[in-house]
């Protein structure tokens, strides 16, 4: 990886805060929480530094995003001002040479969000910050992503948790891929005309728009995600689809029981079409009975699950975090989300301020390498699940 080609740009900072837009205090993307020590070696800590540069990482799930200090009054404000200040600091030394940044839930105006205009402002703001900085490139490709790699640059891949934007209109898939959305969820926690969320009682399956707009995203080459889908829909999805489909954040509910994780039936299904799963770490998502203080170690207990259930070139990460306190996050939001009725209904957990080793996009990918090395895996399997796996299956899916 070539050297970073940050150069100190700050989100909006061609306007004049205050007079152009609505000012906020944003939470850092550095520093924030003291640096989640691994306990590693020196040679060990060299080894995963050596691992990072070579390898092209990849994100396959975060918000990278700094939210702003005083979340819990100011999120909804925040929100619909539309102009979420990227963490470039905290991106530019986390290692990272691409993210799947899911957008949509910015701009609010809706009661329950993810609307088209809301989505499409939302994209518009995003793309308009990065067009007046040259550290960030859209990628809209494997080639971006390797460009970004061998640059020293970010690669920004745009994507959707939830297909209710596009309503009935199947069109809206081609429109949404020609302004650069590369993947989108079926459908998030709730139902919509295409299939059935994971917070519903009963899972319809996916419907017959659903079967048309599978069709529709494998002809464009748009990557499926199942996340927030429940699983009779995941299933049908997998199987409608002609292409690899991706659960891009979510842990296996055999290790944690609760709506949100994924049964072993979906998880294998999706390895078997191709895909691969990412591990989540949003809070109180991927606890385990090993570690019910929710932190890297039984976020890694989910990986460690689906590994041995379907081979580790069906696994690789995508964390799901912010830059900024995501607990405030769901304390204004997780009603609208449909979050917290599918991880309450769990068992018990302990409660945390933060997910230790996991809490922001700045420093997920580093400790996830430093624990890899420190528990033995050898370079091959951790270039695999940093990076690897993802671009093997979106060279099939795009």
């Not at 990278?64 to 100011?74: D, F, G, I, S, W």
């Not at 793309?127 to 061998?150: G, L, N, P, T, W």
């Not at 989108?184 to 419907?207: C, F, P, Q, V």
């Amino acid at each position: 990886m070539a050297p970073s080609r940050y150069s100190g740009y700050q989100s909006f900072s061609y306007l004049e805060a205050g007079t152009d837009y609505t000012e906020f205090a944003l939470s850092a993307d550095v520093d924030r929480l003291p640096e989640h020590d691994l306990g590693l070696a020196e040679d060990e800590s060299a080894r995963a530094e050596r691992l990072l540069a070579d390898t092209v990482v990849v994100s396959l799930h975060d918000h990278p995003v700094r939210l702003p200090r005083h979340a819990r009054t100011e999120l909804l404000d925040w929100n619909r001002e539309a102009r979420l200040a990227y963490g470039y600091v905290g991106l530019s030394r986390s290692g990272l040479d691409a993210v799947f940044d899911n957008l949509g839930w910015g701009a609010c105006e809706s009661r329950n969000g993810w609307k088209w205009d809301d989505v499409i402002t939302d994209l518009g703001m995003r793309f308009c910050d990065f067009a007046h900085q040259d550290y960030v490139i859209r990628a809209e490709s494997v080639a971006d992503i390797r460009r970004a790699h061998a640059e020293g640059r970010l690669a920004v891949v745009a994507g959707l948790e939830g297909a209710a934007l596009i309503e009935n209109e199947i069109d809206r898939l081609d429109v949404l891929y020609g302004l650069g959305v590369r993947q989108m969820g079926i459908a998030y926690s709730d139902a919509n005309a295409l299939g059935s969320g994971l917070r519903e009682h009963g899972d319809g399956g996916l419907t017959s728009l659903g079967r048309r707009a599978v069709r529709r995203m494998n002809q464009l080459g748009m990557a499926i995600d199942v996340s927030h889908s429940g699983d009779r829909t995941a299933l049908e999805v997998i199987e409608a689809s002609e292409r690899p489909v991706l659960i891009t954040h979510a842990g296996a509910r055999g290790v944690w029981d609760t709506p949100r994780m994924k049964p072993d039936e979906v998880i294998r299904a999706c390895a078997e079409s191709g895909g691969i799963i990412g591990i989540e770490a949003a809070p109180y998502t991927t606890v385990s009975p090993r570690h019910r203080r929710h932190t890297i170690e039984s976020v890694m207990d989910h990986f460690r699950y689906c590994v041995d259930l379907v081979g580790i070139e069906h696994v690789a990460f995508g964390p799901d975090t912010f830059f900024g306190d995501h607990l405030d996050i769901h304390h204004v939001m997780s009603q609208k989300w449909g979050v917290a009725d599918t991880i309450r209904s769990g068992p018990r957990f302990e409660t945390v301020e933060a997910v230790a080793g996991m809490e922001n996009p700045g420093e997920c990918f580093r400790n996830i390498t430093r624990w890899l090395v420190k528990h033995g895996y050898p370079d091959d399997e951790i270039t695999a699940v940093i990076g690897g796996n993802v671009l093997r299956v979106l060279e099939k899916v795009w």
